[in-house]
């Protein structure tokens, strides 16, 4: 059993994404990157990469108490650098501390600024989002809100905020990871999570994902701990009902797949791991809790979700490729492609497709990409081991927001995979604790196939866009 990211694993995919990139450059002249993407792409894979095998090698027998500390301090500090960087960075090429397009980040920093108005006023009540019912999109604003209060409207602030949510979030993970696998897989998770570049992008931007999904962590980490603990007090089940409420102010199907996973787990959980007192106790709490919602603006909100489940795909497909500047192949995209690939894609941006945000994620989503063999390698080894079971909350979560996701018209866009990245990254990190020599022939033709698939991948994004 593995207690580190090998060195094979590491070199090999380092190399694959300079293959990968310099295959596109060649076959798709004219179209290459610009310099500065190529860059952050190299750093992104080479950095979480090598330093997932060196640290994960290093830092196996320091305390816990210093293990935690380091993912901590360590992911801040770089998160801070890239907060720091990304706000001149984008000034100097939007005019603005916001990404390109960023017609939601200014419309969340709007937002913000409305409810610190409202609140310091005491007229809350006059709050539009709220009046309209869009509770699923209002959490983030509320969030900007408070610390608009305090920051006098700061972006700066609010992203270095963002920085220290997202690091303590792979605390989080490595805890999550820790209790389910083990001290050894819970620290190649941590560290993992303190490296993985998406985390780490989303902290210098005015949006939403950064606290989401440390609410998300935190809801799932506080009911395994729950599941799991002898000594529980009845009412830490409270606390943990309201994080998982504050989901559906982000995303309504984040929400619902959350409870759904609590209730898998109450249910079909391994009674090895799991008290069934504790699962009672917390049946009856989440009982409780989804009765509220039953009646409120939140269910008229899950009602429509299901209502467009059959038809919302296909209908967002057809807009991107009838839109300005849209891959009129986008159309015969379809959950027959996507939930194939659901635990993979997105592929990397590797040529000018006059995309700016996803070109720069270009090297996070190729480490994701290869990280995704891990994923899937762990889930079949827990059923291999019929351990399931035993995990049956991270594996529930994981796979019913993925497969919520690959039937949605949102299926190949990085920022909605989010919420299930940390989880993702868990299940990884116990897959690579299980990869033998035997493994490594499949892990040599996976790689060669995410090559392919990234130059294949690109090839659609220019055809469909008329730039080849």
């Known amino acids: 059993m593995l207690n580190y990211l090998p060195k094979y694993i ?18 798709f002249l004219g179209k290459s990157l610009d310099f ?17 095998n060196t640290l994960t090698i290093q830092w196996q027998t320091i305390r816990i108490k210093t293990f935690t500390q380091k993912i901590f301090i360590i992911g801040f500090i770089v998160r801070v650098c890239w907060v720091v ?12 501390p916001f990404e390109f397009m960023a017609a939601d980040s200014m419309g969340y920093h709007g937002g913000g600024i409305n409810v610190k108005n409202l609140i310091l006023t005491g007229s ?12 699923s999109d209002s959490g983030f604003m509320l969030i900007l809100g408070l610390e608009y209060i305090f920051t006098d409207d700061s972006i ?5 905020i963002n920085a220290l949510f997202s690091a303590y979030m792979s605390v989080l993970i490595y805890k999550i990871a820790k209790n389910n696998f083990g001290e050894s897989t819970g620290r190649i998770a941590g560290i993992a999570a303190m490296l993985m570049p998406n985390f780490i992008y989303y902290c210098g931007l005015h949006a939403k994902e950064t606290i989401m999904i440390l609410l998300t962590v935190l809801f799932i980490e506080r009911i ?31 929400g619902v797949t959350a409870f759904i996973s609590v209730l898998a787990a109450i249910l079909l959980a391994s009674s090895k791991k799991t008290k069934w007192g504790n699962r009672l106790a917390l049946g009856f709490c989440a009982t409780l809790f989804i009765f509220n919602i039953v009646g409120s603006k939140i269910m008229y909100e899950i009602e429509t979700v299901w209502e467009q489940k ?41 040529v000018n497709s006059n995309q700016p945000n996803q070109q720069i994620m270009n090297g996070a989503n190729f480490a994701k990409n290869i990280m995704s063999f891990f994923v899937i390698f762990g889930l079949l080894m827990l059923l291999r081991k019929n351990k399931w079971r035993e995990h049956l909350l991270i594996i529930s979560f994981l796979l019913g927001y993925l497969a919520v996701i690959g039937l949605s018209n949102f299926a190949h866009s990085e920022r909605f995979h989010m919420p299930s990245l940390p989880f993702a990254l868990i299940i990884a990190s ?34 469909g866009r008329g730039l080849t």
């Open 10 to 27: 590491s070199t090999r995919a380092i190399v694959a994404y300079f293959v990968a990139l310099v295959l596109c450059s060649f076959v």
């Open 36 to 52: 500065f993407f190529m860059f952050t792409g190299a750093l992104s894979v080479t950095s979480f990469f090598y330093l997932s």
């Open 85 to 96: 960087f990304s706000y001149f960075y984008y000034i100097k090429n939007t005019g603005q």
């Open 124 to 135: 809350f009540s006059n709050w539009d989002m709220f009046q309209k019912g869009a509770y």
């Open 156 to 160: 700066f602030w609010a992203r270095i």
């Open 224 to 254: 395994d701990n729950i599941l799991r603990n002898k000594d529980f007090k009845l009412l830490s089940i409270v606390p943990a009902m309201f994080v998982g409420l504050s989901l559906f102010l982000f995303r309504t199907v984040l």
């Open 310 to 350: 059959g038809t919302n795909q296909q209908i967002g497909m057809e807009g991107r490729a009838q839109r300005k500047g849209g891959n009129v192949l986008a159309k015969y995209a379809t959950k027959s492609i996507f939930i194939p690939l659901i635990f993979t894609i997105p592929f990397p941006t590797l």
């Open 430 to 463: 116990w897959g690579i604790s299980q990869f033998t020599n035997r493994q490594k022939t499949w892990f040599d033709f996976w790689v060669v196939s995410m090559v392919i698939a990234a130059i294949g991948w690109n090839y659609i994004k220019l055809k």
